[in-house]
Structure formats: structure tokens, C-alpha cells
């Protein structure tokens, strides 16, 4: 039996998680860096948190990154920009409302594709985001996006040899694979979720997901045996779980506790119909994680760190607060998702950005400095993803659907202040723009996913053996060899991943 | 195994009967029980020939049919079907015109706010045009046409159609009223009509225009670099139409020598599409590119300008003329729309939307999007077939017309049939949670003294997350393919609505029975205006009296079957009715000096009681 059967088998049968952890353990199967630890229950000094914030929609990251160059010539980047967006373009580094300029962001290149400009700006009201990477907390991925396998050039996208992502450009299988990074199928699990197959048992409660959600059920936080435990950000103790019956009913605690356990007998029966099946695991598996979650959240301490009030900011405040008491959840390691909506601009563009990109920098900034005041900024990586990029070519104050585009990533674990992948080369009506497919301007990603997440897996603790388990189509783009990290963003304190356990199982075309 | 059989229905009868086999059958599709069958034939298969239709359904087949047919019915209703039989009731409903209007609804609302505000100031100069109004009073309208109008297929059918062309408030829609409503209105007014009219009537809505963004779309304009918006186009066939794949009759996707499924579309064809749908401004306004509107505006058909002319009318320093609608051929899904003049764009737009229209995946695409908002969310392939067909051709030669497409979904021995062999283990769906919400509003009395069910929905919002028009995105409160971690994903079973389910929903659920039946707060009654008087009469209770002898120990069984015919079609299983009474009976019921049951103590039974069959997956899965 290879490995994914092993792990299908055991989860499809109703075998605990600690009884996976620990065959896996014994199978020496999660020897990374943190592989022994996991075993342990105890010390909370090991935590590690990983927060998406899913922009959905698609983000015109395009007018979030921006190049300034005006050299004629030489780095004429933000006039090859200009020509291109007409009416999206935003007023260049020192004019009013003009991109924010980034110190040094030593963009070079990736996978063979060099980076297209030297100099770049931020969106004008990013200042927050502007501060985290020329403090070196934050790093921009350029083009990165849903690729099966490399593809080089406009000739290679048309030779119909390469796998493409299904459903290019349409929101729901773009924003999926984003959160699954496996684009050659609608049945994938998540990123999240994956991770969390391996890891869930490391923490104490396992009633209480591993995975939590401000965003209720989402596909990134899907695996084999663990679903996202989902929360609202105005989550206290107070509102967590079902509400007593009123006060003024007399007998209210018993009644209480009548109605709870007639749900609760409800719910745990045998139903053959799988419907009813999954609504009652459901339900029993929540009303258990409520007693544990209720205790915690009674013990959040008091923050200095003051976020703004909009649903981003509510979101993360609300992860803060949790992550204040991940050590009475037991939790040595989380995993956040958020999905914070309303990109897609097919129109008011300009207006948009100027109102939500400044809403993503402030909250950024607010959670950074939130995990410097909780003491565990470089114990929580949080970056965003989007279904897509919007076209480089206007429609009259809006663009439409494309593919690649840049993301950001931030934390103390961060190597910031840096942009990683590249950044195509905007003259999308040239016939020589090998990045670009379309006359509209969409560029094929020159960094994928599975390049991003393999990183980011490696520092949140997964054994290199196991990468494949967690990103299948890993093997197109990475070989692994001990210190060939996956992109380079991620800061791994001069330790060298193993040499010894090498990635398993990985798909090959 | 086909033979002749003449069948006498009865109602009522206990037993089951015996035929001249002398085996004892369960009799009827479905399983009903308590079916008298008096036979004249010799067979011993007779089950088998019964077809779902030509008999009289008893009390729970009633209900259960009612609960795929509206959005909540009391007993009266179940009687009726119980008497008419379901084809004639649901005739009868087919054949009654749209009897509410929730634009003329909300109009009403608005001139009582302008009228109540003249009364205080006379000079204050009030009108509907200069007088604000705000998303709930739609959501207050819907609410009372909900509660009011005898036409409750149709109020059903346009709350499915709704999650297919959706439009939502979370868009620049926030704050007019009047585009949800009006938009409403269209569905409304053609839940019964023909799929095509809806193409239309959406292409031209203002608020489908605004929402996805191709009101005042224009010409490629190659000076300024600027395209076509793609959005409805994309949309327009992926959701609304044709899907992303080409599927066979019944619905299952055509596979290629590969075996792989074929995309209906490139994004050329989109491209090409968006070239069509260009050219369409506000109905109310001189020009394309006017970004002036008022909230009348978004109750008007769009208006087509075949030149844009923004320059010009603003006053620009040589201003230019250029193409509002795109010249040229387009081509897109294998069909070439002709070279016009650009004057005739507008039959560019009709070309387009009959393209899409007689593409041979609409029938199916939009048989299993309808089948799954009513009935199931597995429909078999036959089933599937069986309703496309009817899509395809009425019977006679029409093709989309939805009345005869609702009467086979409705009427469809899957449909009707509550233990199919072929998926028993994944019939029935999730009942969504504003339709459980319904279910309990229209199921139990709920009554005001004034007929007027003032209820803004405003915190059912924000508990359930789902009230109509307010989707987060055009793709609806959940998926069509969206299937839940566990068995059902491993079976490649679909269940859209869990993707309203965790841990957060399920709770705000349990919490806002609790608010709805225990704290006895169904609705949300709002001012209108400032310092209104508050309307009990206005303010709809539930009137449970007709319950109150149920409440004593040795009544709950009967009380617990009540309800279980009336929201669940009694489907919560014996086993689960036990386990509820059980928990009931352990409420105090005390008595007073006088030997009278304490009223607190009898409705506190009540409501419970309800709010149990409520949580019990054998209501919440309707199968």
C-alpha cells in the first residue's frame, strides 16, 4: 500500500486521528524539522499559525503592484503600464495620489523567466503594506498563479501539449483552485485542509478544528478527515453555542439541558440516508467543540492593538483573539481563512481599489502588529490569494477576468521586502509579449502555486516526504534537494530541510 | 409487468389491503399508507403498474408534495391537495395570474412614509421622488406577498428562479428597492411563462445590467484601448444557460474519445459574446454612458443606443461619435451573428439570446438547476431526461415553457415517489434555511388582526444568512455541485445547500428557533417613519389556542403528529417522535387552584415541541 492509500484507508475508516498521528509516526513518516515534537501535547512555545485571506472576486493585482520606471530605453516600466491601463492607471510616485514606492524590491527572476522591471510602487492608499515590506514583513509574489505544470511562453500555451487549469477565468473553479492548487480537477481537497490531515493531531483538543473560518465552509480548509471549525468575528464566549432557553421560563438551566440533549440524541442515531448522515455528524461534531471553544474565549486578554471596523478588520481581530488562547484550546498549530469579498470590477475600478485595497493594507498592518503584541509575529504567516488577476486592457473603467497576478505574504517569518517570481512585461499589444494570451492582457503565471505552498508547508512543519501528499502536482515544478527551498521567501533560520526523507507519491506527466 | 386494473382511492381507510394474492402490500408510489385499493384485476403485481398520478394522495403524500410546491402549508392546504388530488391543484395554480406585485407593494409603503411625513409638515414638500426608502422595505413587501397571495407555486417557483438569475443587493443594487423589486416582479410574473421571455426580460433589466455590470457597456474602442465588458457574457452562459460543459439530455456531460468533458465555450466566444451586449444604457436617459439615475431608473427596460454620444453631451472640446454597439460579424458557440448596421444592434441581442437558447444543454442544465431548488439534489438521469424533454417540446412543439417544465418536475414519479429505489441513500435535499423559516411561518397560524405581516427580515439576515435577493455573489447562496466532505463527496453525491452549513450556521439556526417559537418573536416588525406608532395589529404572532388541549402528557403523541404532517409530512420516524415526546412530557405542566393547566407551562410544551421536529434531520432533509 503506498502512502496516499494509507492515509485514504485509515480516515475513510472510523479511526481517531491519534491513531493515524501516531501509525504515522511510527511509520517515521513526519520526521521535518518539527517531527517530534508533534507527539507532544504540551509546550505551546512551538506554535505556528498560517492565515489566507482569500480576496475574492479577483483582484486587479496589476494596480496593486505596480512598476514606475520612466526610463526611456532602460526600466520604462510605469510608461509601458500607463499605455496599456489608459483609464485605470494610477498617477505614478510623486504625483497626487500617486503609487507608493517600495525601497529596493530586488526583483530578479524565477524558473528561467526574468523579472521585467526594476523599480515598483504600491496602490496610493497601501501605506500599511508599504511600511510591512520596506520593514521586511511582507513579500509580493509577481504573476504567481493556478498552473498543472510550467508553461514558458504563449507558443508552448497553444501547442494544446500542456496541461492547462480547468475552467480558466471562471470565478468559481479559479478562486477552488486557488484553495486546492491542484487545477486539473473540481474534486480536489485544500491546501488547508491537507496540512491539517497531517498535523490536526498535534493538538490537544481534537474536538476543535485545527482549521477555523470566518468564512464558513470553504474548500481551503478541506481534507480527508477534518472539516473547518467556523466562527463569526464578533465570537465571544457569550455567543458560542446554542442559547438557553429565556431566564424567565423558570426552570431554564434544566430545560436547557432538556432541549440540548434531545438534539444531541437526535443527531447521534444511525441514518442510512446520507443527507441526513451528514447533517447530524455535523451538528455532533460542533455542539462538541462548544464547551472547550466557550472556556477559551473566556480567557482573552485584554489587547493595545486597535483595528479598524470593517469586516477584514473584525475577521482578524477576531483570529487575534483566538490566537490569545491557543494554548487553552491546545493548539500548537492553526490554520485562519477568511474570505474577504467584493474584487470583481468589471466597473468603478479605480473607485473600488481606492476603497477596499486601503481596508486590506490597514488590516494587515493592525494583525502585524497584533502578533508582535501576542509575542508570536514570526509564529503566524498570513498571505492573500484571489480567483484571478483582471485583465491589463480596460472595458471603460473596469477590467475582466485573467489569470496570473501578485499576491502578498507577511510575517516575522518572512524574508520581506522583496518581490519573488517576476513581473511580466507589460506591453500586452505586443505580438513579442511571450507571458500574454490574450488581447485583453493575461499573462500565464510564471510562479505556481504549489511553488508558494511547498514553502509555506515546509516552514509550517511538513517533512519534505510528505509535500506531495499536500501539493500532488509538486513534482512539475520543484526538485527537491536539501536547502533548494521552493521559492526562498520564507526565513528557515539557517536550519537545512532534511536530506533524508524525500517527497513521495508526487504525480508525473 | 403492464396489465389493466381499475383503482377505487379511498382516504382514510387504516389498513392496508390484501390482493388476490392475498399478500399485504403497502400500497401507491411512495409508500403511502392507509390506502384502501379495491381491484378488479386478478394480478399479483398490481403495485407495480400504479403511475404517480390519477389517485388521491393521502394527508402526509399531500404534504410532502406541498413541501416541494410551496413554501410552506398548513393543514387546510393539505387537505385541499388531499381533495383536488395534485394535478388538479396544481392546475388550479398554474392557471392563476401573478396576483401581487411587490413593486406596487413597496410603493404603497413608500407614500405612506411621505404621506405620514407631510402630515407633520405640510410644507416639507414630500415625494416619492425626493423621499428615501431602503433595502427592507423590498424585503417587507416580499414578506407580505409571501404571506398573502393565493398563487403559492408561483411564489415558490420565482424563489428558485431567483437562485438561478441572481441578482443580489451585495452590489451596487444596495439601497434600491425598487431594482429588487421590480426584478422580482419579472420573476413573478414569469415563473410561468416561457424561459426565452426571462432571457429577454433579465438581458434588459436594469438591475441585471447594473449587477453585472453591461448597462452602459460599449463599442471596442481601439484609440482609448478599451474593451468590451466580458462579464455577462461569461455569466450569461455559465450560470444562466448552458454551464461549462456540453451535457447530454439527461444531463450528465458528453465525453470526448479521451473521455474527457467538452467545454461549451473558449474565452474567444466570450469575447465574442460581450461584442453583443453592448450598446444598452438607462431607460430614462438621453444617451449611453449617462451615469445619472434615479431609483425609477432601475425599474425600467434598458434602452439601446447604437452610437455613444457621451462626448458630445458633455461637452467636451471636440468631441467625438463612436459606436455604442460593436459593427461587425460576432461569432460565438458555433453561430456567426451577421454584419449590420449598428442601428440594429438590438437584433444582435436577439440572435444572440435565441444561440443561447436553443443550445441543446438548456433543457437539462436548467431541469437539474429546477429539480434541485424544489425536489432533490441528486435527480437521476431519467429524471433529469424526463423534464428536459418536457423543456425541449411542452407537447406542443413550444419549446421552454416553464409551465409545463414545473408541472414534470412537480408531478415526476421520482418527485413523488419518497423511497426510490435507485438513490435511497442520497434522496431528498437539505431544505434551504430561509425556506425552513417559511415553512414554519406558513405552516403554523400566523396571524395579524390587520392581514398586514409587517417583517423586515433584518436579523433573520443575519442569523440564517439567506433572505431573498441577497446573495454574496451571482453564484448563489450555494452550488449546484457542491458536495459536503464525508460519504456523500466519496459517493460523488451533490447536497448544495451544506455549503451553508458548519458549526456557526447550524448554531444560529438552533439559536433563531429558539427566538422564533421559544421567545415567541416570528417576525420584525420596523417604523416606517420616524416616531410611527407602533401596529399590534400589525405584528403577527403565532395563534397556537387550537393546540393548547394537546399539551397534557397523554395528548403529545397527538400533538407531535401534528406537526410532523404539517412541516415534516411525517416524516420524522417513530423512534424520533419518541424521543421527543419523551422530552416533552418532562416539562412541568402544573395546574392552578382552580385545576386549570398553567398557560405558560401548555405553550412552552408547544413551542418546544415544534422547535424539535424542527432540528430533526427527518425534517431538515425533505425526501
Known amino acids: 500500500m503506498n502512502r496516499r492509500d494509507f492515509i485514504k484507508q485509515t480516515s475513510c475508516a472510523a479511526m481517531g486521528t491519534t491513531t493515524l498521528l501516531s501509525t504515522l509516526a511510527n511509520l517515521t513518516s513526519l520526521n521535518g524539522a518539527l517531527g517530534s515534537d508533534l507527539v507532544k501535547s504540551s509546550p505551546p512555545s512551538d506554535y505556528k499559525a498560517i492565515v489566507c485571506i482569500l480576496l475574492s472576486g479577483g483582484l486587479d493585482s496589476y494596480n496593486m503592484l505596480v512598476p514606475t520606471g520612466t526610463t526611456s530605453g532602460g526600466d520604462n516600466g510605469y510608461n509601458e503600464y500607463k499605455a496599456v491601463r489608459t483609464d485605470l492607471a494610477l498617477p505614478n510616485v510623486?504625483?497626487?495620489?500617486?503609487?507608493?514606492?517600495?525601497?529596493?524590491?530586488?526583483?530578479?527572476?524565477?524558473?528561467?523567466?526574468?523579472?521585467?522591471?526594476?523599480?515598483?510602487?504600491?496602490?496610493?492608499?497601501?501605506?500599511?503594506?508599504?511600511?510591512?515590506?520596506?520593514?521586511?514583513?511582507?513579500?509580493?509574489?509577481?504573476?504567481?498563479?493556478?498552473?498543472?505544470?510550467?508553461?514558458?511562453?504563449?507558443?508552448?500555451?497553444?501547442?494544446?501539449?500542456?496541461?492547462?487549469?480547468?475552467?480558466?477565468?471562471?470565478?468559481?473553479?479559479?478562486?477552488?483552485?486557488?484553495?486546492?492548487?491542484?487545477?486539473?480537477?473540481?474534486?480536489?481537497?485544500?491546501?488547508?485542509?491537507?496540512?491539517?490531515?497531517?498535523?490536526?493531531?498535534?493538538?490537544?483538543?481534537?474536538?476543535?478544528?485545527?482549521?477555523?473560518?470566518?468564512?464558513?465552509k470553504n474548500i481551503f480548509q478541506r481534507g480527508q478527515g477534518i472539516s473547518e471549525y467556523a466562527i463569526r468575528n464578533d465570537v465571544n464566549a457569550s455567543n458560542v453555542g446554542f442559547e438557553s432557553v429565556p431566564t424567565w421560563w423558570g426552570n431554564s438551566g434544566l430545560l436547557t439541558q432538556t432541549r440540548n440533549n434531545t438534539i444531541d440524541?437526535?443527531?447521534?442515531?444511525?441514518?442510512?440516508?446520507?443527507?441526513?448522515?451528514?447533517?447530524?455528524?455535523?451538528?455532533?461534531?460542533?455542539?462538541?467543540?462548544?464547551g472547550v471553544f466557550k472556556d477559551a474565549l473566556q480567557k482573552v486578554p485584554t489587547l493595545t492593538t486597535t483595528f479598524a471596523n470593517n469586516q477584514l478588520s473584525n475577521d482578524l481581530a477576531a483570529i487575534t483573539k483566538i490566537m490569545s488562547v491557543r494554548n487553552f484550546l491546545g493548539a500548537k498549530r492553526q490554520i485562519f481563512f477568511i474570505d474577504f469579498g467584493g474584487w470583481d470590477m468589471h466597473s468603478d475600478l479605480i473607485a473600488g481599489l481606492n476603497s477596499r485595497l486601503s481596508i486590506v493594507s490597514q488590516a494587515l498592518k493592525s494583525f502585524y502588529d497584533?502578533?508582535?503584541?501576542?509575542?508570536?509575529?514570526?509564529?503566524?504567516?498570513?498571505?492573500?490569494?484571489?480567483?484571478?488577476?483582471?485583465?491589463?486592457?480596460?472595458?471603460?473603467?473596469?477590467?475582466?477576468?485573467?489569470?496570473?497576478?501578485?499576491?502578498?505574504?507577511?510575517?516575522?517569518?518572512?524574508?520581506?521586502?522583496?518581490?519573488?517570481?517576476?513581473?511580466?512585461?507589460?506591453?500586452?499589444?505586443?505580438?513579442?509579449?511571450?507571458?500574454?494570451?490574450?488581447?485583453?492582457?493575461?499573462?500565464?503565471?510564471?510562479?505556481?502555486?504549489?511553488?508558494?505552498?511547498?514553502?509555506?508547508?515546509l516552514w509550517y512543519g511538513i517533512s519534505p516526504y510528505d509535500l506531495c501528499y499536500v501539493l500532488p502536482n509538486l513534482g512539475n515544478f520543484y526538485s527537491y534537494s536539501a536547502n533548494n527551498y521552493p521559492v526562498g521567501f520564507m526565513n528557515f533560520n539557517g536550519t537545512s530541510i532534511s536530506t533524508e526523507n524525500l517527497p513521495q507519491d508526487c504525480l508525473t506527466y | 409487468m403492464k396489465l389493466k386494473l381499475t383503482v377505487f382511492f379511498i382516504i382514510l381507510s387504516a389498513i392496508n389491503f390484501n390482493i388476490q394474492g392475498q399478500q399485504t402490500v403497502t400500497f401507491g408510489l411512495g409508500n403511502v399508507k392507509n390506502v384502501t385499493v379495491s381491484s378488479s384485476s386478478n394480478s399479483t403485481d398490481g403495485t407495480k403498474t400504479l403511475l404517480s398520478s390519477g389517485y388521491l394522495p393521502n394527508y402526509n403524500s399531500a404534504s410532502r408534495f406541498l413541501s416541494h410546491a410551496t413554501l410552506g402549508a398548513k393543514m387546510t392546504d393539505i387537505q385541499s391537495v388531499a381533495t383536488l388530488g395534485k394535478e388538479q391543484w396544481i392546475d388550479n395554480q398554474l392557471n392563476l395570474s401573478n396576483s401581487f406585485s411587490t413593486e406596487t407593494?413597496?410603493?404603497?409603503l413608500h407614500q405612506i412614509m411621505v404621506d405620514s411625513m407631510l402630515r407633520d409638515n405640510p410644507a416639507g414638500g414630500y415625494t416619492l421622488d425626493n423621499t428615501g426608502v431602503q433595502?427592507?422595505?423590498?424585503?417587507?413587501?416580499?414578506?407580505?406577498?409571501?404571506?398573502?397571495?393565493?398563487?403559492?407555486?408561483?411564489?415558490?417557483?420565482a424563489l428558485a428562479l431567483s437562485e438561478i438569475f441572481v441578482i443580489s443587493r451585495i452590489s451596487g443594487l444596495d439601497g434600491q428597492p425598487y431594482a429588487l423589486a421590480n426584478y422580482y416582479d419579472v420573476l413573478l410574473n414569469n415563473a410561468f411563462g416561457n424561459y426565452r421571455t426571462i432571457l429577454d426580460k433579465i438581458t434588459y433589466h436594469p438591475a441585471m445590467g447594473s449587477y453585472l455590470t453591461f448597462l452602459n457597456n460599449h463599442a471596442t474602442n481601439t484609440t482609448k484601448q478599451i474593451?468590451?465588458?466580458?462579464?455577462?457574457?461569461?455569466?450569461?452562459?455559465?450560470?444562466?444557460s448552458i454551464g461549462l460543459y456540453k451535457l447530454n439530455l439527461d444531463g450528465t456531460e458528453i465525453k470526448d474519445a479521451n473521455n474527457k468533458s467538452i467545454p461549451t465555450y473558449t474565452n474567444t466566444d466570450i469575447a465574442a459574446l460581450a461584442k453583443v451586449f453592448t450598446g444598452l444604457g438607462w431607460g430614462d436617459r438621453p444617451y449611453l454612458g449617462h451615469y445619472q439615475k434615479d431609483k425609477w431608473s432601475y425599474t425600467k427596460r434598458m434602452k439601446f443606443f447604437p452610437l455613444d454620444s457621451l462626448e458630445y453631451y458633455q461637452g467636451w472640446w471636440q468631441p467625438k461619435i463612436y459606436n455604442g454597439h460593436e459593427p461587425g460579424s460576432k461569432t460565438f458557440l458555433g453561430s456567426t451573428i451577421p454584419n449590420r448596421p449598428v442601428v440594429q444592434g438590438e437584433q444582435d441581442i436577439q440572435d444572440a439570446l435565441n444561440i443561447i437558447f436553443n443550445h441543446p444543454n438548456v433543457g437539462p442544465f436548467i431541469a437539474r438547476r429546477l429539480i434541485q431548488r424544489l425536489v432533490a439534489s441528486n435527480p437521476s438521469p431519467a429524471y433529469i431526461q424526463r423534464v428536459a424533454t418536457v423543456f425541449n417540446d411542452n407537447g406542443s412543439g413550444v419549446r421552454g415553457d416553464l409551465k409545463a417544465v414545473v408541472r414534470a418536475i412537480l408531478l415526476d414519479q421520482e418527485a413523488c415517489d419518497c423511497n426510490p429505489d435507485n438513490n435511497n441513500n442520497y434522496a431528498g435535499m437539505l431544505?434551504?434555511?430561509?425556506?425552513?423559516?417559511?415553512?414554519?411561518?406558513?405552516?403554523?397560524?400566523?396571524?395579524?388582526?390587520?392581514?398586514?405581516?409587517?417583517?423586515?427580515?433584518?436579523?433573520?439576515?443575519?442569523?440564517?444568512?439567506?433572505?431573498?435577493?441577497?446573495?454574496?455573489?451571482?453564484?448563489?447562496?450555494?452550488?449546484?455541485?457542491?458536495?459536503?466532505?464525508?460519504?456523500?463527496?466519496?459517493?460523488?453525491?451533490?447536497?448544495?445547500?451544506?455549503?451553508?452549513?458548519?458549526?456557526?450556521t447550524l448554531t444560529a439556526y438552533v439559536n433563531a428557533l429558539n427566538?422564533?417559537?421559544?421567545?415567541?418573536?416570528?417576525?420584525?416588525?420596523?417604523?416606517?417613519?420616524?416616531?410611527?406608532?407602533?401596529?399590534?395589529?400589525?405584528?403577527?404572532?403565532?395563534?397556537?389556542?387550537?393546540?393548547?388541549?394537546?399539551?397534557?402528557?397523554?395528548?403529545?403523541?397527538?400533538?407531535?403528529?401534528?406537526?410532523?404532517?404539517?412541516?415534516?409530512?411525517?416524516?420524522?420516524?417513530?423512534?424520533?417522535?419518541?424521543?421527543?415526546?419523551?422530552?416533552?412530557?418532562?416539562?412541568?405542566?402544573?395546574?392552578?387552584?382552580?385545576?386549570?393547566?398553567?398557560?405558560?407551562?401548555?405553550?412552552?410544551?408547544?413551542?418546544?415541541?415544534?422547535?424539535?421536529?424542527?432540528?430533526?434531520p427527518d425534517y431538515l432533509i425533505n425526501r
Not at chain 1, 523579472?115 to 496610493?124: I, R
Not at chain 1, 494570451?437 to 511547498?454: K, L, Q
Not at chain 2, 390587520?450 to 433584518?458: A, D, I, Q, T
Request: net charge neutral; charged share 15%; aromatic share 12%.
Open chain 2, 227 to 240: 474593451y468590451p465588458d466580458e462579464n455577462y457574457a461569461r455569466e450569461i452562459m455559465q450560470l444562466f
Open chain 1, 94 to 216: 510623486g504625483s497626487a495620489g500617486g503609487l507608493l514606492s517600495l525601497n529596493n524590491p530586488q526583483c530578479s527572476s524565477f524558473r528561467g523567466i526574468s523579472c521585467s522591471y526594476g523599480s515598483f510602487g504600491v496602490h496610493p492608499t497601501m501605506t500599511g503594506a508599504r511600511t510591512l515590506f520596506n520593514s521586511g514583513k511582507l513579500a509580493f509574489m509577481g504573476n504567481i498563479g493556478t498552473l498543472v505544470e510550467p508553461i514558458a511562453n504563449y507558443t508552448q500555451y497553444q501547442s494544446g501539449l500542456k496541461k492547462l487549469p480547468v475552467g480558466l477565468y471562471s470565478h468559481s473553479d479559479q478562486s477552488m483552485q486557488w484553495q486546492t492548487s491542484v487545477p486539473q480537477t473540481r474534486d480536489a481537497l485544500g491546501f488547508g485542509g491537507r496540512l491539517a490531515d497531517l498535523l490536526n493531531a498535534a493538538n490537544a483538543h481534537q474536538e476543535v478544528s485545527m482549521n477555523i473560518s470566518l468564512a464558513g
Open chain 2, 431 to 504: 431544505r434551504e434555511p430561509f425556506v425552513r423559516y417559511m415553512n414554519l411561518m406558513r405552516g403554523l397560524k400566523l396571524t395579524t388582526q390587520s392581514g398586514v405581516y409587517r417583517n423586515v427580515m433584518y436579523t433573520l439576515y443575519n442569523r440564517i444568512e439567506q433572505i431573498p435577493l441577497y446573495s454574496p455573489t451571482v453564484f448563489n447562496f450555494f452550488q449546484p455541485d457542491y458536495s459536503p466532505d464525508g460519504e456523500l463527496k466519496t459517493a460523488k453525491k451533490f447536497a448544495p445547500e451544506f455549503q451553508l452549513l458548519n458549526s456557526q
Open chain 1, 265 to 290: 440524541s437526535l443527531v447521534s442515531k444511525t441514518y442510512s440516508n446520507l443527507l441526513q448522515k451528514t447533517y447530524s455528524t455535523t451538528t455532533k461534531n460542533s455542539m462538541a467543540s462548544f
Open chain 2, 105 to 108: 407593494y413597496l410603493k404603497s
Open chain 1, 370 to 457: 497584533a502578533t508582535v503584541e501576542l509575542g508570536i509575529s514570526d509564529k503566524v504567516t498570513t498571505f492573500t490569494i484571489s480567483d484571478f488577476a483582471r485583465t491589463i486592457t480596460s472595458n471603460g473603467g473596469g477590467a475582466d477576468h485573467a489569470w496570473g497576478g501578485n499576491t502578498m505574504v507577511m510575517g516575522g517569518a518572512v524574508n520581506g521586502g522583496k518581490i519573488y517570481g517576476t513581473y511580466p512585461k507589460m506591453d500586452v499589444l505586443s505580438a513579442s509579449n511571450q507571458q500574454n494570451v490574450s488581447f485583453r492582457g493575461n499573462f500565464i503565471p510564471s510562479i505556481s502555486t504549489d511553488e508558494f505552498y511547498a514553502e509555506l508547508a
Open chain 2, 135 to 157: 433595502n427592507w422595505h423590498f424585503d417587507a413587501s416580499w414578506f407580505q406577498g409571501s404571506m398573502t397571495a393565493p398563487d403559492v407555486l408561483r411564489w415558490r417557483v
Open chain 2, 515 to 616: 427566538s422564533w417559537l421559544v421567545n415567541d418573536d416570528p417576525v420584525e416588525f420596523w417604523g416606517l417613519f420616524n416616531n410611527e406608532t407602533y401596529k399590534p395589529d400589525q405584528d403577527a404572532k403565532f395563534d397556537l389556542l387550537a393546540d393548547s388541549t394537546l399539551a397534557i402528557n397523554a395528548k403529545i403523541p397527538q400533538l407531535l403528529d401534528k406537526y410532523n404532517l404539517i412541516l415534516a409530512h411525517g416524516a420524522v420516524t417513530k423512534e424520533n417522535i419518541e424521543i421527543i415526546r419523551k422530552a416533552i412530557v418532562s416539562m412541568p405542566y402544573t395546574y392552578d387552584y382552580y385545576g386549570r393547566p398553567y398557560s405558560e407551562d401548555v405553550y412552552r410544551r408547544i413551542r418546544m415541541a415544534i422547535l424539535l421536529i424542527m432540528v430533526s
